[in-house]
């Protein structure tokens, strides 16, 4: 005889069962599984940003394998990096089981060791698989790139010769070759097709998250040629996290009027030194941030120096910070370009702090730290430079 109860009962059971397994996942846990590294090596996960974003996880991997445990209210695209090295991995942080799995190789190490992390494969998330497709248009730009500096390998090492010796003569005789005005026509050439590829893969997602996202993953900085993007989205798309932090980039709120943060810094000699030091008894500060490899950064230092020789005497203040990964190579960046001024390599984050997202930015401050400039360079800054101190000289 058939128990009827029992038959409900197991049926209910086999129906929730059914029913939880269709349900949405409400965390993640990402399971690592490494070879090539040694124990206790901090494995860290770190948003995708034009931002130096902080890690939203650490952990430390023991025999070669990690795991991290959390819930996500939006999927976010995060870099998979080992701590104080370079290299990384890119993903997609959702709720779901993710594995990550493969052997990571030391390429090199110069003072910060730089990793491999190419061979590690991403399991369990559909999100990562689209986010890597959609990256992958990068390949056939690379290539092209590639191709191109090959072709012209000479002719480029010949010119950057010449430039770096400031040799006019030579740098003339270079441009007016046939194979020069090639290679510009080659570049010219490469920065269309890859304004068209971007374009047209943020436009094909420009209704959800995936269009602002990439934007931010494709392109180093934004400029206004962007804004066009961006009115292009969906409402959905713009209210996304990442349509957010375009918005943001994109149209950010003035700062003049408003009195800047405070900050520490240490100078070379490792004494600490506060914002509210290097503006006392100063009229006017100009927080110059820059770094030894940014060629528009370095080009401004001349003009730097003719107003700091102008105006130093009437309370006019430089404060240079190097947003630069390597000590070494500020330190040979200021020798090279012979700053009197102060000068400070960012260790304290200042630059996140200020929320820099490209250098050179400048911010011209009073000596109340209120901001009356922002981002002023050239003949801007020396109009507004003349403009303060027509009446505010000693």
Request: glycine share 6%; proline share 3%; charged share 25%.
């Given at each position: 005889?058939?128990?009827l109860?029992?038959?409900?009962?197991?049926f209910a059971?086999?129906?929730?069962m059914?029913?939880?397994?269709?349900?949405?996942?409400?965390?993640y846990?990402?399971t690592?599984n490494?070879e090539?590294?040694?124990?206790?090596?901090?494995?860290?996960?770190v948003?995708?940003?034009?931002e130096n974003?902080?890690?939203?996880?650490d952990?430390?991997l023991?025999?070669?394998k990690?795991v991290?445990?959390?819930?996500?209210?939006?999927?976010?695209?995060v870099?998979?990096?080992?701590k104080d090295?370079?290299?990384?991995?890119v993903m997609?942080?959702?709720?779901?089981?993710?594995?990550?799995?493969?052997?990571?190789?030391?390429?090199?190490?110069?003072?910060t060791p730089?990793?491999d992390?190419s061979g590690?494969s991403?399991?369990?998330?559909?999100?990562?698989?689209?986010?890597?497709?959609?990256?992958s248009?990068?390949?056939?730009?690379d290539?092209?790139?590639q191709?191109?500096?090959e072709?012209?390998k000479d002719?480029?090492?010949?010119?950057?010769?010449?430039?770096?010796?400031k040799?006019k003569?030579?740098?003339?005789s270079l441009?007016a070759?046939e194979?020069?005005k090639?290679?510009v026509?080659?570049?010219s050439?490469?920065?269309a097709?890859?304004?068209?590829t971007?374009?047209?893969?943020i436009m094909?997602?420009?209704?959800?998250?995936w269009?602002?996202?990439?934007?931010i993953?494709?392109?180093s900085y934004?400029?206004?040629?962007?804004?066009?993007?961006?009115?292009?989205f969906s409402?959905?798309?713009?209210d996304?996290?990442?349509?957010?932090k375009?918005?943001?980039?994109?149209?950010?709120?003035?700062?003049?009027g408003?009195?800047?943060?405070d900050?520490t810094?240490?100078?070379?000699?490792?004494?600490?030194v506060?914002?509210?030091?290097?503006?006392?008894?100063?009229?006017?500060?100009?927080?110059?941030?820059w770094?030894s490899?940014?060629?528009?950064?370095?080009k401004?230092?001349?003009?730097l120096?003719?107003?700091?020789a102008?105006?130093?005497?009437?309370?006019f203040?430089?404060?240079?910070?190097?947003?630069?990964?390597?000590?070494?190579?500020?330190?040979?960046?200021?020798k090279?370009?012979?700053?009197t001024?102060?000068?400070?390599?960012?260790?304290?984050?200042i630059?996140?702090?200020?929320?820099?997202?490209?250098?050179?930015?400048?911010y011209?401050?009073?000596?109340?730290?209120?901001m009356?400039?922002?981002?002023?360079r050239?003949?801007?800054?020396?109009?507004k430079l003349a403009a303060?101190?027509?009446n505010?000289?000693?």
């Open positions: 005889m058939i128990n109860k029992v038959v409900i009962v197991a059971a086999i129906s929730c059914a029913g939880c397994s269709m349900q949405p996942e409400t965390s846990t990402v690592g490494i090539g590294l040694s124990d206790g090596v901090h494995v860290q996960l948003p995708v940003s034009h974003e902080k890690p939203i996880a952990t430390t023991v025999d070669g990690f991290f445990k959390g819930a996500m209210k939006e999927p976010l695209a870099r998979l990096t080992l090295a370079y290299g990384s991995k997609m942080l959702e709720n779901a089981d993710i594995r990550i799995d493969g052997k990571v190789s030391l390429k090199e190490t110069d003072g730089s990793y992390l590690l991403v399991s369990g998330s559909s999100m990562t698989d689209k986010y890597i497709k959609l990256l248009v990068r390949n056939r730009l290539s092209i790139y191709a191109d500096n072709t012209f002719v480029r090492a010949a010119h950057q010769k010449a430039y770096v010796a040799d003569k030579m740098l003339d441009m070759t194979e020069y090639a290679s026509k080659a570049d050439t490469f920065f097709i890859v304004e068209a971007y374009s047209k893969t094909d997602n420009k209704d959800t998250f269009g602002p996202l990439m934007m993953s494709l392109l934004f400029t206004e040629e962007q804004n066009a993007w961006y009115e292009a409402q959905e798309a713009k996304s996290y990442y349509g957010r375009v918005k943001e980039e994109l149209f950010p709120t003035s700062k003049e408003t009195k800047v943060a900050f810094a240490k100078g070379q000699d490792g004494s600490s506060t914002l509210a030091d290097l503006c006392k008894d100063k009229k006017y500060v100009l927080i110059d941030f770094a490899w940014c060629s528009p950064c370095r401004e230092i001349p003009h120096k003719k107003l700091y102008k105006y130093a005497d009437k309370g203040q430089i404060v240079s910070i190097s947003i630069d990964k390597k000590k070494a190579d500020w330190e040979k960046a200021l090279e370009e012979k700053l001024w102060p000068n400070f390599l960012d260790t304290e984050g630059a996140d702090l200020y929320k820099v997202k490209l250098i050179p930015t400048m011209l401050i009073d000596g109340q730290g209120v009356v400039g922002e981002n002023l050239g003949e801007e800054l020396e109009n303060l101190f027509g505010n000289a000693k």
